[in-house]
Structure formats: structure tokens, C-alpha cells
């Protein structure tokens, strides 16, 4: 049986093979010449009919001998940079150094390091970067016998500011989320950890899309295997467009048959830079405000950042509660139909009573029952998050009518089902992480369930957990602390000790410098 | 995709495997006949047994929450066969859902058959798998039948009502409770005689109702006697069974007034001497005084506790005298003992167990109890 | 990182090891008809028998500390009949595996879901067992400590919650056992519960660097003695003190007993819980004996892989497990009269027979 999963495993190795022969194109490097004509229309010829590519030509020099050419992209460049930056200095300003022009002397060194005052500025020879660098919102320079262009920077187009996050809403805490932009979101990570271990490795993924992006890690802090680990794994992909880090997400797991994810991601900048200081390393997306953090452990996904700003106690309590609200979400409906169906004797005797009449008349066999209710509320959930809000409230209205209420009168659901399923679907919602991988398995264990009973649901839980401990994400355990059972890393697991008492790093995730702060750090009284 | 057949293949295998082949042990709830009460009786044969199931209209107390009318909420089914099992599974033929048993809450055994041996009636409700050895066992005086029929007030459903009845018996301690746990011990118990509380059906203005009184006592499994009220309370003390009740003390020239029992200890020592086995019960109780007196009696005052304490020692030493006479006059061990001389004399035992029978009647008895007075609830004293 | 190259350090050999013990509870019973409420005293007993057992072991792993069961055998009696010894013990791991998997069955069968063919049972845990199998031993023995804790967390909570209804002069009298009997009692446990860690003597070449201290496989031994024998008497303690003289005639007294707890209507009939918990221990308990066939034969054959042997071994240990016994009560007769001896053969002769051997070998060369 488990060979088909080897199997599995070897073709999608050999796909993988194959996309990446088709993926060779044979590209020729195209090399400046000294005849700027030549130049601009091969450039003309591969950007083709664009619209929204912009050539300046201009002459520089007393006699207007030296021909310049600029290209941009219209819309991602600052057009005051080219105008005040560029196009001024070169066609007004440089009167005044005229005499350098006139000396002969290395025209285009003269132009980069005399006149753009423009910060960054780079020389390119190879055309296609030149392009490349254009698509990039640069502008490329050309100036006429010479084998080199000038990349000026001079990105910018319209951006998202900086705002709160509407998927990791906090009480306490900082208010800011990544944006679209990798250079502004490496900066928010920045402006959290000032140390300069912090490193970003920079690369880009994507045959077209050539997305930028970083990896991003603390030296000294994190274990190098798995930044050798991450940077391998990325090198690796081959693909067309990475559009969002769900892209990379998808082709870096450690298990791409698992339910669950093995790949942490993160909104805020405060959590990613968290998660750094706790020796994992953050990859950060252009084109997305959401940045992938690795190794992931099942636990994670129970943290919230405001589990560690607010006070210890409470945040415990809340801890026990969503992993709670997880077993719940998860085997809620299962449980119940088995202990309907299968074990009515252990249900307490008054309860039972009870539940035997809400039963009566109800038309369905239990199983049937819970599975059509969970279906109906998936089906009500995606409905109210892709539909419009207004419109997304009428579909709770007629939900809650249509499931809570008529269903029940009309004797056709029992009224503890609905109940059960509505305990679900809230315990549902405080997982986010494991919700689409409870949502499946919720299913599963209503079948198991309706068939076998608490012993099949018993065999599923096992199977389940099997599956949890042998999964890794990058190397490190991904159960732990749970399996295996790290004893030390229990205090920010179901519960969520004191800042104080943890003053080690997670020992899980095998931190090259584990000591996180001063061994006694308990707030002393003067 | 080639390596994607072979899953699905074994998928389905499995899902049609597990499928296909049934839920084997499900029981939708609105399929079952839920059972509150069993009842045995003799039947007419006398080879044959019946088996009364006290099964709940589920319907009807649906209807019954929503609207005052509505039928019967239970429905007792009466059936025979050879043995208990076997009449259990009968009542298939006249009732349409599969009888489950697993919530029932009392054993209601027909004194006629508890005459002639229950035990082996009882045994299936100890095997059966899903049976519950934490329910109530009770003789009814008469046929179960006529127990199990009576329409109760309060709690519509009979067998509820009378387990209730049974749990509430603590305020007065002079009725014992007997789940089929404690019965079936004392029956595996070689000396130790097992009893359960007496059902019976009082009629008053042609109003039928139920009334726990008094206790059946077994020998063996067969029914052999009963105790009265005073004879219970007697045994419960011995047996360190007391949870509370009312002490009515009638010290000289000055009337009834009671005690409530609010804690109660007891401790049988036995002793083996020459003269025989000999046993020391040791009784301490604690009382608040209740009053129920013309001249409030003052208990703040130590003469008038030590007075009332007395009398107190008294009643409780007689109740205790009283059940010990009427178990040797029915050669019956049931305070249990034959156990007490087991644990304490385990060497002495082996000779004595075997003739127990000879040796209970002689047994002699030393009864010592200690009452207090802790309380006076409201009142404390008049000027 | 290949499945079978996997290490695992000695704390969760440890905890494997009590699960292991506790794997076998569910046979208490069988011990409780002889030593009633003794069966305290015989579990100490078993103890120190298994106490003995284990000086064994710990001699034979410390002469040997890289070096499997099979392995050993070969060495030890020479490449032909340590062969034969091998295959011995291959077939008792099987056996055992198939056994248990029969009592699981067998107490689901008549205790939650009579209906349900026995087949379908077994063959549902049998998937299970054979994906961790699969998964390697790493994860079983990861995943043990996880199952103790819920197994303390279920006894404390019985013990609790029973409180109020035990009765613990249901011990006395004490010592009301005769001589035979305790022994009889005794070396049911010492085999059953105990003797069966012979199978750990596959696993402790697995042991990683860290944990091959000089005395870290006594540390192992004693440990999951003492903790899996208190285990068990916190369970016969609660079994006696709840049901007192029934415990002899139930088939499962533990269960029994959890199923008079009562607190107010309320808390109450929650034995699917400790069914839940008795069928985790027993899935150790396979896995652990499953493991070491399909290794044992990966040994003994010298193949690269193991992971193909899986799904036919669970297959044939499925249908052992059917036929083994015709019904329970050959079970219980098994274990009450035929394996305290039949069990002894591996779990002592062969072992001692081991040591002899290296001993006089020693000597021999010294010579």
C-alpha cells in the first residue's frame, strides 16, 4: 500500500524533470554595439508594440555630438527624477562641466559619476538585463560608441500604504502589515530587529515573472542547515510565475501529499521578526503582503502575537482553549454521531432522555445528517467570504433562518445536531491555520464515525497523529513538543508561560544560540 | 496519471469494504425502545418466566412538552419465555423497535419469584454488555407487574419515578437502596445475605400510588423475610449505610421531640473468644436537635444534651437490637459478618465458613453508640 | 534519512517501553482470577521476576550495545542456528502481534460493538499499525509519550472521580493468598506484562550516540519496570477497590469497574474513554511486535528495505490473529496456563543461553 506513495513521490521527481527541460529556452545573449541606431532598434524590435515604452532621445555635448537615448516604462517610473535628476543635468547643467565633455574623456563614467545625480546606477551591457531592468521600472541610458548602458533606478509607481491587517487582527500590539512591496516590507522588518546579523539574501523565482525574493534570517541565531536547507529548496523551483508566496509555499513543503501545511505564514512584521529571533528563516515575496516563515511546527499555528504582550495567565487560558476549539472543530460532529448511533450508553441518562426526543421524527440516519449539515455550512461560509459584504449578512440571515430554524421545526434536523454543528463551525473559525485541513478531516471522521463508531474514530485519531509525527518541516520534527516530547519546550505550547521563565529559545527548532535572555530575569522589587 | 490509479483503486476497495458491508453495530435513536424499568415475574407456567420492559412513548412525551395532552408516556410490555434472554428478545413481536436496555434505572423482581430464586434471572443484566450494575434492585410486594403500572405524579415515567424514590430514601434512612452491584457482591459473598427495599402499591380514594417500605431479605437468592422501618435503620447502621434521617427520643414526662442524623459512623469490631464469636459495634452519631417539643427544650444546657443523648443511645442501640434479632431469627448474615471475621481472623475463617450457618444465631453482640448534639438550627433558648 | 536507519534516544525507548507494559492491562484479568485481591502482592512479585529478567537483558545489551537480536544470534550460535534461533523469535514476535491483536478485537467485540464482524476490527487497527510501521520506529517511539500522558491523565481522572465509591477494605484481608498461587499469579505478570520487553533487544542498537551511556540501558530497563508495575497496581488498586469481589468473574474488571463511577448523573459512563485509552496501548504494543518481524526478517535476509514487507505481513497478521484462537476463552486459557512457560522459553532460555555461550567464549579465548 505504501509503495504507491513511493511511487507517487518518484513520478512527480520525473515531472518535475521534464518541466524543466521544456523550460530551457534557448536564449541568445544579446551584446550593446557601438552604433546606438542599431541599439535602439533592436530594443524597439523585442519590446515590440508597447504602448507604455517611452524613448527619449537627446544630444549632450557643445556641439550636440554625443547622442543619448532614455527608456522607461511609463507609469513605473518617477518622471521628476527623470526630469530633474537626468534630463537637467545632462541637457542644462552640463554647460558648466563642459570643458570634462569636451576633454575626451570616458563620456559615459563622466555622465554616471559627474552628472545623474541619481543614487543608485549601475553599467549593463547585456541588452536583455538592460530590458529586464526597464520591465523593472529602471531606466536604461544609452549613449552613442559605447558598449554599455546606464541602469538608473527610478522605480516607483502607486503603492498600498502601510495598514492594519485584516486577517491577524490584534487587540494589543502593533498596528502595521506588510504590503505588496518587498523593499518596504524588508524595511519593516528592519526597523524590528536593528542587528547586523539580520540578513537578506536576495534571488529571484519565476522564468517570467522574475519575482523578487528575500530570504531572511538572524546569523547566529539560526541553524545554518536550514537556511542551506531553504536556499537549495528555492533554487530549485523551476516555474513560470510566482505570483504569491502560496506559489512557493506549494512547491517547498516537506509533504505535499499532508493535510496540513507545513510552511508558516505571517502578516505583521512583529511575528515574522519573532519568529526569526526564534532561529526560523522568513521568505519574504514580492507582489505579497504575506511572508512564508520555515521550519513550521504544529503548534504555531495556536500562537497569536498577542500571546505574548498581554499577560501570561489569561493567554494561557486562551491557548487551552483554541487547541480546544481545534479538537472540537475537528471531531464535534464525528463524536457525536458515533455516540448517537453506536454508544447511546454512555450518554448521561438525563441527557439521554432528552436527546432521544429531539430525535424522534427526524427522517435521516445521524451520519447523513451531520454530513449534510457541515456541507450546508461550508457551503454558507465560502458564500459570506466571497460575496460583497452587505450582501454577505443576508446570507447569514437566511443561513441562520434556514439552518438554525425551519430545519428544526419542520422536524426534518434533529435540535441537538444543529447545535453540534454550530459549536463546530464557530470552533472552526479560531483555527485559521489547520481550518481547511479540519474542514476535510471533519468529513472524514463523520464517516469513520457513522461506520465504526468511537473505535474508528479512536483508529483515525491515531492514524492522524502517526501522520503528525512523522512529518518534518525542514528537518525539524514537526509535532514537537508534543512528539517528540520536549519537556522544556512546553512552556509556549497549551500554555504560554511567563516571559521570565523563558529565557531559552525553542530547543525544537535546534537554535545555535539558545540563551534568549538573562537566566533570572523575574521583575525584582527595588 | 498513472501513479494516481493504484490509490484510487484501494480507496474504493476500502470505502466499498466499509461501506457496503453496513454499519454493523448503528442504532439510529428513533429505532430503539428505550427501556426505563425491567420487571420479572412468574409466569403461568411454571418453567417459563416473565419479563416486563417498561418502555418510554417517546412521542408522547415529545407532544407532552409542547402541549398539556398526549397519550401514556410509557408502555409496559408483559411477555414470557423460558428464560430471561429469551423473553427479552420476544418483545420483538409485540413491539416494533429493538428493546434498549442499556439506560434502564430499577430491577423491579415479583415477590413470588423472588421466593423461589431470582438470581438466576438477574444473571443476564450482570452479562449483558451494555448493562449497567449501578441500578437500582427493589421487590415488589406482589406481582412487578402491578408496581411498574402505577401512574405517578411529578415524574410521569414509572421507573424514573420509583429510582428517585429510592434515592431520596436517605432522609429517613429506614429504606435501604440496593443497586445490582452491591446485591450481586453480597450474593457472590459466601456468608453475607443480600436484601433490596420492598416496593409496594398503596390505593387511597381508588388513587393508586407507590410507597418504598420496609426490606426483603434474602438467603441465598431466595426471599426468606423482611424488615420493617426500624429493623432497616437498624441494619443501616450496622452496615455504616447512614446518611440522614430523624431520631424521636421520648424522655420522661416531657414528650416526643427528635433529632436529625447528620453524620453517623460505625465500627464492627469481631472477636473470636472461647465463648464464641463475639461482636463489638461501635456506633458514633452526630444529631442537630430538631425540636418538635411543647416546652422548647434548651440544649444549650449541657444536663439537658447529656439527657437527650441518652435517650438517643437508646433508640439507636434498640434499632440496631431489633434488626439483629429478627436477621438470627431468619438466619440471615445480612450486616456481613462472616466478612468482618474473614478480614479481621483470616486463619480462624477457614473453619468457620463453612458452618456459618450454625455459628451466626450465637453470635453475641455488644452495641455501644455515642450520640452528640452539634445544633439547634434556629432557636437556641427561651428566657 | 532511511526509515531504518533511524535513531531514537533512551527517554523515548523509555516511554515506549511503559506503553509497552501498559499494553498488556487488558489481560489483568487473567492474573486477578488466581491472586483475587492480592493481585497487588502478585504484581510486585512480577516485578521482581521481571527484575530478573531484566539483569538478563541489560547483560546481553551491554555486551552487545550495536548489535540486533538477530544480529546477536548470529554471532552467538553460529550462522545455521543462529538462524534458527532468529526464525524462532521472528515467529514468536508475529505470534504475539497476531495475539494481541485478537485480545483487542476480542474486547471491542464483546464489550462495545458486538455486531461488527471481527475481521473488519482487526483490519481497521492493522492500517494503522502497518503506517506507523511504515513510518518507522522513530515515530512509534515518539508518539508514546503522548499516549502515556493521556493513559495518566484517564487514571487520575477514574481516581478522582471513583473516590467516592471505593471501598478499600475490599484489600483485606491481605495476604489471603496461598504460596502456589502467588507464584502462579506472579509469573503470569512477570511474562505477560514484563517478559515480553525480550523484543526491545531488537531496538536498542537504535539508540542514538547521546543515549549509549555506560549505564544508560539499566537506567532504561529499571525505569519502565518500575514506572509500567506502578502503572499497573494504581490500576488494580482502583479495579479491587471499586468492584472488590467481582473483579474475579468480569472478563475486563478494569472496564467494569470504570463503569460504576457515578458522580451526580453527570460525570459518569465514560468507559468509552478508557476503551479508547486500552486500545492506544495495544496499538503500541502491535506496532512494537509488527516492527520487530518485518525488521527481524529484513535482518535475517539481509535485504536493503523493509517498507514492502509491510502490507503482506499485516495481511497474514490479520488472518493469524482470526484463526489463532477459535474463541476468547482459549485466549485467557493461553495466557493463564500456556504461556507463562511457552513465553519463558524466549524470554529467559534463550537469552541465558546467549550469555552462557559469550561467557564461555570469553574464556575459551582468554585461553
Redesign the interface.
Known amino acids: 500500500?505504501?509503495?504507491f506513495v513511493?511511487n507517487k513521490i518518484n513520478a512527480i521527481k520525473l515531472f518535475s524533470k521534464n518541466n524543466e527541460d521544456s523550460n530551457k529556452e534557448i536564449k541568445v545573449d544579446i551584446k550593446l554595439t557601438t552604433n546606438i541606431d542599431k541599439n535602439i532598434s533592436i530594443i524597439k524590435e523585442i519590446m515590440g508594440l508597447n504602448k507604455d515604452f517611452i524613448i527619449r532621445e537627446f544630444f549632450l555635448g557643445e556641439r550636440k555630438s554625443i547622442r543619448i537615448a532614455l527608456f522607461y516604462i511609463d507609469g513605473m517610473v518617477e518622471k521628476t527624477t527623470i526630469n530633474q535628476s537626468i534630463l537637467k543635468p545632462l541637457m542644462y547643467d552640463v554647460w558648466m562641466i563642459k570643458s570634462d565633455i569636451n576633454q575626451n574623456l570616458n563620456t559615459i563614467e563622466t555622465i554616471k559619476k559627474t552628472i545623474v545625480s541619481v543614487g543608485d546606477i549601475e553599467l549593463e551591457s547585456s541588452i536583455n538585463l538592460l530590458i529586464e531592468s526597464c520591465l523593472t521600472g529602471n531606466t536604461v541610458m544609452l549613449v552613442d560608441k559605447y558598449t554599455e548602458g546606464l541602469v538608473i533606478s527610478t522605480a516607483a509607481w502607486v503603492a498600498r500604504a502601510i495598514e492594519e491587517p485584516k486577517t491577524e487582527v490584534v487587540v494589543r500590539g502593533p498596528r502595521e502589515g506588510f504590503t505588496e512591496n518587498i523593499t518596504s516590507n524588508t524595511v519593516l522588518i528592519r526597523r524590528k530587529i536593528c542587528d547586523p546579523n539580520l540578513i537578506f539574501e536576495a534571488m529571484k523565482i519565476g522564468v517570467r515573472t522574475k519575482t523578487k525574493v528575500a530570504i531572511a534570517y538572524i546569523n547566529g541565531i539560526v541553524d545554518k542547515k536550514i537556511v542551506d536547507e531553504v536556499k537549495l529548496r528555492l533554487g530549485r523551483i523551476k516555474i513560470d510565475a510566482v505570483l504569491e508566496s502560496g506559489y512557493i509555499e506549494q512547491l517547498i513543503e516537506d509533504a505535499p501529499f499532508s493535510l496540513f501545511t507545513t510552511v508558516g505564514n505571517s502578516e505583521k512584521p512583529d511575528v515574522v521578526a519573532a519568529k526569526m529571533l526564534e532561529g526560523r528563516v522568513a521568505i519574504i515575496t514580492d507582489g505579497t503582503p504575506i511572508v512564508l516563515t520555515v521550519p513550521m511546527l504544529f503548534g504555531e499555528s495556536f500562537h497569536s502575537s498577542e500571546d505574548y504582550y498581554s499577560r501570561p495567565y489569561y493567554m494561557s487560558f486562551v491557548r487551552i482553549i483554541r487547541y480546544l476549539s481545534l479538537i472540537i472543530s475537528i471531531f464535534a460532529p464525528s463524536v457525536f454521531v458515533a455516540l448517537t448511533t453506536?454508544?447511546q450508553?454512555?450518554?448521561?441518562?438525563?441527557l439521554f432522555f432528552t436527546m432521544a426526543v429531539a430525535r424522534e421524527g427526524t427522517p435521516f440516519p445521524a451520519m447523513l445528517e451531520a454530513f449534510v449539515m457541515i456541507v450546508t455550512f461550508e457551503i454558507l461560509r465560502e458564500a459570506g467570504v466571497r460575496l460583497p459584504r452587505p450582501v454577505g449578512q443576508a446570507i447569514s440571515i437566511v443561513g441562520a433562518l434556514v439552518i438554525g430554524e425551519a430545519t428544526v421545526q419542520a422536524g426534518i434536523v434533529s435540535s441537538p445536531m444543529v447545535i453540534v454543528v454550530a459549536l463546530t463551525a464557530i470552533a472552526s473559525f479560531i483555527s485559521v491555520v489547520h481550518g481547511d485541513s479540519a474542514s476535510i478531516l471533519r468529513l472524514i471522521f463523520i464517516i469513520i464515525g457513522g461506520i465504526?463508531?468511537?473505535?474508528?474514530i479512536?483508529?483515525g485519531l491515531?492514524?492522524v497523529?502517526?501522520?503528525l509525527?512523522?512529518l518534518r518541516s525542514f528537518g525539524i520534527?514537526y509535532?514537537a513538543p508534543?512528539?517528540?516530547?520536549v519537556a522544556s519546550d512546553l512552556k509556549d505550547s497549551i500554555i504560554r508561560a511567563p516571559l521570565w521563565l523563558m529565557n531559552r529559545r525553542p530547543y525544537s527548532l535546534r537554535p545555535e544560540n539558545s540563551q534568549r535572555e538573562k537566566a533570572n530575569s523575574l521583575p525584582q522589587k527595588q | 496519471m498513472k501513479y494516481i490509479r493504484k490509490p484510487i483503486k484501494l480507496s474504493i476497495i476500502l470505502l466499498a469494504?466499509?461501506v457496503l458491508?453496513g454499519c454493523?453495530?448503528s442504532n439510529e435513536m428513533n429505532d430503539l425502545a428505550i427501556v426505563t424499568a425491567f420487571g420479572v415475574d412468574t409466569a403461568e407456567k411454571p418453567d417459563e418466566i416473565s419479563l416486563i420492559g417498561q418502555i418510554i412513548n417517546i412521542r408522547n412525551i415529545a407532544t407532552a412538552e409542547k402541549s398539556a395532552a398526549g397519550g401514556d408516556v410509557f408502555w409496559n410490555v408483559e411477555i414470557t419465555g423460558e428464560t430471561v434472554f429469551d423473553a427479552l428478545r420476544n418483545l420483538t413481536f409485540i413491539n416494533n423497535r429493538k428493546a434498549f436496555g442499556h439506560h434502564y434505572q430499577i430491577l423491579v423482581v415479583g415477590k413470588e419469584i423472588a421466593e423461589k430464586g431470582v438470581i438466576k434471572d438477574l444473571e443476564h443484566f450482570a452479562r449483558d454488555?451494555g448493562d449497567?450494575?449501578?441500578v437500582w434492585v427493589v421487590v415488589a410486594d406482589g406481582k412487578a407487574k402491578d408496581v411498574l403500572d402505577v401512574k405517578t405524579e411529578l415524574e410521569p415515567i414509572n421507573g424514573r419515578y420509583i429510582a428517585q424514590l429510592v434515592e431520596v430514601r436517605t432522609a429517613t434512612s429506614k429504606a435501604v437502596g440496593v443497586?445490582f452491584?452491591n446485591f450481586?457482591?453480597r450474593y457472590?459473598?459466601k456468608t453475607t445475605s443480600t436484601f433490596a427495599s420492598i416496593v409496594r402499591v398503596i390505593k387511597k380514594n381508588g388513587v393508586e400510588s407507590l410507597e418504598l417500605n420496609g426490606t426483603a431479605v434474602f438467603k441465598k437468592d431466595k426471599l426468606v423475610g423482611e424488615l420493617n422501618g426500624k429493623e432497616t435503620r437498624g441494619l443501616l447502621f450496622v452496615i455504616d449505610d447512614i446518611k440522614s434521617g430523624i431520631i424521636v427520643v421520648e424522655p420522661e414526662n416531657q414528650g416526643k421531640t427528635s433529632l436529625e442524623i447528620n453524620k453517623s459512623g460505625t465500627k464492627v469490631t469481631p472477636k473470636i473468644t472461647d465463648n464464641g464469636v463475639q461482636m463489638d459495634i461501635e456506633v458514633k452519631l452526630k444529631t442537630y436537635y430538631a425540636g418538635d417539643t411543647e416546652d422548647f427544650f434548651n440544649v444549650t444546657k449541657k444536663e439537658d444534651r447529656e439527657l437527650l443523648q441518652l435517650y438517643a443511645n437508646k433508640v439507636v442501640k434498640e434499632e440496631i437490637e431489633a434488626a439483629i434479632k429478627k436477621a438470627k431469627s431468619l438466619n440471615t448474615d445480612v450486616f456481613g459478618f462472616g466478612d468482618a471475621v474473614?478480614?479481621?481472623y483470616?486463619k480462624q475463617w477457614k473453619g468457620m465458613e463453612s458452618n456459618w450457618d450454625s455459628i451466626f444465631p450465637d453470635i453475641k453482640v455488644s452495641i455501644k453508640v455515642e450520640t452528640s448534639i452539634d445544633s439547634s438550627f434556629n432557636i437556641t433558648e427561651l428566657p | 534519512m532511511d526509515i531504518e536507519d533511524q535513531k531514537i534516544?533512551g527517554?523515548?525507548l523509555t516511554?515506549l517501553m511503559i506503553c509497552f507494559i501498559c499494553g498488556s492491562n487488558i489481560l489483568l484479568t487473567v492474573s486477578m482470577t488466581v491472586a483475587k485481591q492480592d493481585i497487588w502482592l502478585a504484581i510486585l512479585g512480577g516485578v521482581v521476576e521481571s527484575l530478573v529478567f531484566a539483569i538478563i537483558y541489560i547483560f546481553i545489551t551491554k555486551k552487545y550495545p550495536n548489535k540486533t537480536l538477530i544480529e546477536i544470534n548470529d554471532l552467538v550460535f553460529g550462522s545455521f542456528l543462529g538462524k534458527l534461533v532468529s526464525t524462532l523469535y521472528i515467529i514468536f514476535f508475529f505470534l504475539q502481534g497476531s495475539a494481541y491483536l485478537r485480545i483487542i478485537t476480542n474486547f471491542?467485540k464483546?464489550?462495545?460493538?458486538?455486531?461488527?464482524?471481527m475481521f473488519?476490527?482487526a483490519?481497521?487497527?492493522l492500517?494503522?499499525c502497518?503506517?506507523?510501521v511504515?513510518?518507522?520506529f522513530e515515530?512509534?517511539s515518539?508518539?508514546s509519550?503522548?499516549f502515556l500522558i493521556f493513559l495518566m491523565l484517564e487514571v487520575a481522572f477514574v481516581f478522582v472521580t471513583g473516590y467516592s465509591d471505593m471501598k478499600f477494605?475490599n484489600f483485606?484481608?491481605i495476604?489471603?493468598i496461598t504460596m502456589t498461587d502467588f507464584i502462579k499469579s506472579a509469573n503470569i505478570i512477570g511474562t505477560t506484562h514484563f517478559g515480553e520487553f525480550v523484543v526491545f533487544l531488537m531496538f536498542f542498537a537504535l539508540l542514538n550516540n547521546t543515549s549509549k551511556g555506560k549505564n544508560s540501558n539499566i537506567k532504561i530497563y529499571i525505569i519502565s519496570i518500575l514506572s509500567g508495575g506502578a502503572i499497573l497496581i494504581v490500576i488494580s488498586v482502583i479495579t479491587i477497590a471499586l468492584?472488590?469481589?467481582?473483579a474475579p468473574?468480569d472478563n475486563y474488571p478494569y472496564f467494569?469497574a470504570i463503569?460504576?463511577i457515578?458522580v451526580r448523573?453527570?460525570l459518569?459512563?465514560?468507559?468509552?474513554i478508557t476503551?479508547?485509552n486500552i486500545?492506544?496501548m495495544v496499538?503500541f504494543k502491535i506496532c512494537v511486535y509488527f516492527y520487530a518481524t518485518v525488521s527481524g526478517i529484513r535482518k535475517i535476509l539481509k535485504l536493503s528495505s523493509q517498507?514492502?514487507l509491510?502490507?503482506p505481513i499485516g495481511i497474514i497478521m490479520i488472518n493469524t490473529s482470526l484463526m489463532l484462537f477459535k474463541n476468547p476463552f482459549e485466549v485467557t486459557q493461553f495466557a493463564t496456563e500456556i504461556f507463562p512457560l511457552y513465553g519463558l522459553v524466549f524470554e529467559v532460555l534463550f537469552p541465558v543461553l546467549i550469555l552462557v555461550i559469550t561467557q564461555m567464549k570469553k574464556l575459551f579465548v582468554n585461553r
Do not use: C
Not at chain 3, 464483546?110 to 464482524?117: A, D, K, N, Y
Not at chain 3, 459518569?268 to 468509552?272: A, H, Q
Open positions: 500500500m505504501f509503495k513511493k453506536f454508544h450508553e454512555v450518554i448521561p441518562t438525563p465504526l463508531g468511537a473505535y474508528g479512536t483508529i491515531i492514524f497523529l502517526v501522520h509525527t512523522s520534527p509535532f508534543f512528539a517528540p516530547f | 469494504l466499509f458491508a454493523w453495530n454488555h449497567r450494575r449501578t443497586t452491584q450481586l457482591q457472590i459473598s474473614h478480614r479481621k483470616p | 534516544s527517554v523515548q516511554q471491542f464483546s464489550q462495545i460493538m458486538p455486531e461488527t464482524p473488519v476490527l483490519l481497521a487497527l492500517i494503522v502497518a503506517y506507523a511504515n513510518k518507522g515515530v512509534i515518539r508518539l509519550m503522548l477494605k483485606l484481608p495476604f489471603d468492584i472488590g469481589n467481582l468473574i467494569q463503569r460504576i457515578n448523573d453527570i459518569t459512563r465514560f468507559e468509552i476503551s479508547i486500545l492506544a496499538f517498507s514492502f509491510v502490507l
